[in-house]
């Protein structure tokens, strides 16, 4: 997941990173792969004046995995220029909490805070705290928005097709919270009667399916293909063979089009999180207000299965000089645990902290409990009422640290026996070799 939040900033930081910090100066060097903790960290210092450290970032996007192997290097070399605070996302996160890199992320409490109460008080969901705990049962890092994902809808074809566009009953009708995609199906019928797309493609139905999955890639050291994962092949032949979907493949330009109604057949919808609906499909719906392209022509309800998709997590440096760490704690805990009304997690999930307004599910659900959820682009439908819940109904067990790698081999892999270039037989057994040569793994 690709995206940043557009924070206020002032006149203050630069989004390079700043030049090194010299003399008897305090600081604190912060890595991250996009603007949003800096900006975060700026907001901070902004409202605490008497906060005397410098904040010294630097930021190198994952693009083409560029941002691992130098914040790794960086934390292995230690000494005065190894961060102190980095950040990690859903795809590689559990390399620092629980695989390979997890001496150098500092438990929550060792740097003073109360962790349990904060996570009770705040009311975090509990796949991020699940993903944020290492392998003693510390937690380690915490995110600080939500992602926990819900079915995402064209109001105008589920009244042509559902005959209501009520979030209420079209979640009844698509079987939202049965755990099975049985009447998800039954609904898909309707749409290809009528001519629609009941997804734009099988992307949108995989996140979905890797999360509900009862076990991970790994099972005791060997690859392991979960049965609802392995049910994926199935369910991406069925889009492409009944017409359900319009074939596209996420994050290229048919996927994008569906978004705005210019795709072969109308989208009935997507499955994502808040960020999918505030960053990819608001920006893509042909319009800013009600009447231009598909914007308020939408809303969310929740998905058959608990899943959520993507997510960023805060860390410490388990190595950083001891006077770092009282500093250290406010940032994290102003970024991850504040439920003030003066907090950043309240004025971010009220639209409070850029110039659109963007509302977003933030990572305390105590937040999201007292703010407004209301969004144009769902036809003014409080979205905190589904995510909350969303939330809590995703799993945070079933994660590798390898799951990037692996889930690219065998979304490739679903892809051929989708379109017939390969059997089902060989798509699967082609998928084990090739995890085998590029991480090692046997079946």
Request: hydrophobic share 40%; proline share 3%.
């Amino acid at each position: 997941m690709k995206k940043a939040l557009k924070v206020v900033l002032g006149t203050a930081i630069a989004l390079a990173t700043l030049a090194s910090c010299g003399g008897n100066k305090k600081v604190i060097n912060l890595w991250s792969f996009t603007d949003e903790v800096p900006g975060m960290v700026t907001a901070y210092k902004a409202a605490h004046p008497e906060f005397d450290w410098e904040i010294n970032t630097t930021i190198i996007a994952t693009t083409d995995g560029a941002y691992q192997p130098a914040l790794d290097q960086a934390l292995m070399n230690g000494g005065k220029d190894a961060p102190d605070m980095f950040t990690a996302e859903a795809a590689f996160v559990l390399k620092y909490t629980k695989g390979d890199m997890q001496e150098y992320a500092m438990p929550y409490a060792n740097l003073g805070i109360d962790i349990n109460k904060a996570i009770k008080d705040g009311d975090v969901a509990g796949y991020t705290v699940d993903i944020g705990t290492n392998t003693k049962g510390e937690v380690d890092a915490l995110g600080y928005q939500a992602t926990g994902g819900a079915f995402i809808y064209r109001r105008s074809l589920a009244k042509q097709v559902l005959g209501t566009d009520d979030p209420t009953k079209v979640a009844e009708i698509l079987g939202s919270g049965s755990g099975n995609w049985d009447k998800f199906w039954e609904a898909g019928e309707k749409f290809k009667a009528a001519g629609m797309a009941l997804v734009s493609g099988d992307g949108d139905i995989w996140h979905a399916v890797e999360n509900s999955s009862d076990k991970g890639w790994i099972v005791d050291g060997k690859l392991y293909l979960d049965p609802k994962r392995e049910a994926f092949l199935d369910i991406s032949k069925k889009l492409t063979d009944e017409g359900l979907s319009n074939g596209t493949q996420d994050w290229q330009d048919a996927w994008f089009a569906d978004m705005k109604d210019e795709g072969p057949k109308p989208c009935f919808g997507f499955f994502g999180p808040a960020w999918l609906i505030n960053y990819t499909l608001a920006p893509n719906c042909g319009g800013s207000k009600a009447g231009e392209g598909t914007f308020g022509d939408w809303a969310i309800c929740p998905s058959p299965v608990g899943f959520f998709w993507g997510g960023t997590w805060v860390l410490a440096n388990a190595k950083m000089p001891e006077e770092k760490k009282e500093a250290v704690k406010a940032l994290i805990e102003f970024i991850t645990l504040d439920t003030s009304n003066d907090g950043l997690q309240y004025k971010w999930a009220n639209g409070l902290m850029n110039e659109a307004g963007t509302k977003d599910a933030v990572g305390l659900g105590a937040v999201m409990a007292k703010s407004n959820g209301e969004v144009a682009f769902l036809g003014g439908q409080n979205m905190f009422d589904v995510f909350v819940p969303a939330n809590q109904y995703a799993n945070g067990k079933n994660l590798t640290q390898y799951d990037e790698t692996i889930n690219s081999i065998w979304r490739d892999q679903v892809r051929q026996y989708a379109s017939g270039a390969k059997s089902r037989a060989d798509a699967i057994a082609d998928f084990k070799v090739a995890v085998a040569d590029k991480l090692g793994l046997a079946y």
